[in-house]
């Protein structure tokens, strides 16, 4: 059954704010917070004072050990400190690791929908100082189930994937060469992103080939690069964003991966992540009422590049098996006729945990997203009107589905 | 931070065949031939939590246990409360030897590894075997007494393996798999 929400309460993305994402930042966090927080609360046209809903996915599993600050993301407490707020009267903050930065707005949109808040922030930070390593693993102990992988010398980031993606290169006869397609039109989309941390620096079809190696067959293009930033969206109900600049992206679907196939602490086979994956995608078409061909905007989770292939083909863009080939600069380009990662994903604006993709969805739904604002075919008219939103990694992950109007 | 940013500040692109922790992994050419007969000395060993106890008290005598449901004949692993096949919440659960026998799953090549232990061992591979006692019954491994290269050439998908224990000391063995012998 589609989603219903109650008359004049489909929630809607009405702000948008960004710092610049770097490498490294030796300011603080709550200083970028602020500054992201308020730019999207200006940009909906509204103050401090009418937000009254704060909704953070806060997954605690991600720190770097430094400094006396172990947390790359900002909680509500923090958030609390950060901007001089008179009336938030809900908030939520989730630690749930099936999520990703969809979290947000989910909860977000039930909290309007249901009436518990008018004007609802949506933030997420990376935070990454100079001079610490992302996610050491220390000690020389192994508990719980981790043991069964921790002894071979496994977990360090994109490990688990790249054991994932041999199998499908192998299974569906696909080559890392392809994987250049994804990654490079990323890169690119990242040079019309302003606060993308690759904004300036296209690589090379050269550069990624011949990349230091991480997790062969991965390499560290592969990866999304930690960084230093903060993105946050605002969202409201149909009847208050009226009153709005520029409201856009109705939510109209959303939805969770089941996890009933997960392992706790090993890696999971292809084939069930494809299964989970697989039931992610039926039941969030099921909630917004639509289906694969009526999703003009594509936005999946490219933490790790070959994720995006899995969700291509979740989503059902591409057949199993065959998203090595599709998701090439003819489809998946800006000007092409499968926009992907807009704003340049994780790999291209850097780690902000699958934020960039929240972010840009609401630009483009809203009309905001500047140089790479959709549609951009010369001279034929495209609708651009629904938007499809995944954050999160295989068997961990959540979404949302969107439209213009 | 504002508009005027002076722009982000990246580490220099890698350059070309990849150069980590002095450990070169030529992308042309020759390729590094690869071969374990042990893992050891691990940096890093099993603390065995209640449900594990089994497993790693069965690896330290050489046996390879695990955990099957008594109602549908089913393998869970790692343990379980309840049965992931059938649900019985009735069912015993109880831990068996297996053939250790398995088939490579999958693998990649760590060239990039804080795990303590395994910082002077890159490159090096680490795989999923798929036991044959059951579809989807996967175990991680790294593997033993078989040459492959630093790409990963060798390691197909299907090869058959068995296992083996690699000794840490006298209340720690790891389980670990090699080619099979026959």
Request: charged share 20%; aromatic share 8%; with cysteine.
């Amino acid at each position: 059954m589609p989603i219903q929400w109650p008359k004049g309460k489909r929630p809607v993305f009405v702000g948008s704010g960004s710092t610049m994402c770097r490498r490294y930042f030796d300011g603080t966090k709550s200083s970028r917070a602020n500054e992201a927080a308020l730019m999207a609360i200006q940009d909906a046209g509204l103050t401090v004072d009418d937000i009254d809903g704060i909704y953070i996915w806060a997954d605690p599993n991600w720190g770097p050990n430094q400094r006396g600050d172990t947390k790359v993301w900002l909680d509500v407490p923090h958030m609390m400190s950060v901007v001089n707020w008179n009336n938030i009267r809900h908030w939520i903050q989730t630690d749930s690791p099936a999520a990703g930065s969809c979290a947000g707005p989910q909860l977000a949109a039930m909290a309007l929908g249901a009436g518990v808040c008018n004007n609802a922030l949506v933030i997420r930070t990376g935070h990454h100082p100079a001079g610490v390593r992302y996610r050491q693993v220390s000690g020389q102990m192994a508990g719980g189930s981790s043991a069964l992988s921790t002894v071979y010398g496994h977990g360090v980031g994109g490990s688990g994937q790249a054991i994932t993606y041999q199998r499908y290169l192998e299974k569906y006869g696909a080559k890392r060469e392809e994987m250049a397609g994804y990654v490079l039109n990323a890169h690119r989309n990242a040079q019309l992103n302003p606060y993308a941390v690759w904004k300036g620096r296209q690589i090379t079809y050269d550069d990624y080939i011949n990349s230091r190696l991480i997790a062969y067959p991965m390499s560290v293009f592969d990866n999304d690069m930690p960084v230093d930033g903060v993105q946050a969206v605002v969202m409201t109900t149909e009847d208050r964003a009226k009153d709005t600049p520029h409201p856009g992206g109705y939510i109209s679907g959303m939805a969770a991966i089941p996890m009933h196939r997960s392992r706790g602490g090993v890696v999971d086979s292809l084939e069930a992540l494809e299964e989970m994956n697989d039931w992610q995608a039926k039941n969030l078409y099921e909630s917004a009422g639509v289906g694969p061909k009526d999703i003009d905007l594509k936005h999946v989770y490219d933490g790790f590049s070959p994720m995006v292939w899995m969700w291509l083909e979740a989503f059902g863009f591409c057949e199993r098996g065959e998203a090595h080939a599709w998701c090439q600069a003819n489809n998946i380009a800006l000007e092409g006729p499968h926009p992907l990662n807009t704003a340049g994903g994780n790999l291209g604006n850097g780690r902000i945990h699958g934020m960039t993709n929240v972010w840009e969805t609401a630009n483009q739904m809203m009309g905001t997203a500047g140089e790479r604002q959709l549609p951009r075919v010369d001279g034929a008219l495209r609708n651009m009107d629904v938007a499809i939103c995944e954050t999160g990694p295989f068997g961990s992950a959540s979404s949302f589905i969107c439209t213009r109007e | 931070m504002t508009s005027q940013d002076p722009g982000p500040t990246v580490g220099p692109l890698g350059t070309h065949a990849g150069v980590v922790g002095g450990v070169a992994a030529p992308l042309v050419g020759d390729v590094d031939k690869l071969m374990h007969t042990t893992m050891a000395p691990y940096g890093i060993t099993p603390v065995p939590s209640a449900e594990l106890k089994p497993y790693w008290d069965g690896a330290k005598e050489g046996k390879l246990v695990i955990q099957r449901c008594q109602g549908c004949k089913s393998y869970n692993h790692p343990p379980v409360f309840v049965c992931n096949y059938c649900g019985d919440r009735d069912a015993e659960l109880k831990f068996e030897q297996v053939s250790g026998r398995a088939t490579l799953y999958t693998h990649y090549i760590c060239y990039d590894t804080s795990v303590a232990g395994f910082e002077e061992k890159v490159p090096y591979a680490v795989i999923l075997v798929e036991l044959e006692e059951q579809a989807d019954l996967l175990l991680m491994s790294n593997i033993l007494n078989f040459e492959y290269d630093a790409l990963g050439s060798g390691l197909k998908m299907g090869l058959p393996l068995e296992v083996v224990f690699d000794k840490v000391n006298d209340d720690i063995s790891i389980p670990q798999f090699q080619p099979r012998s026959n």
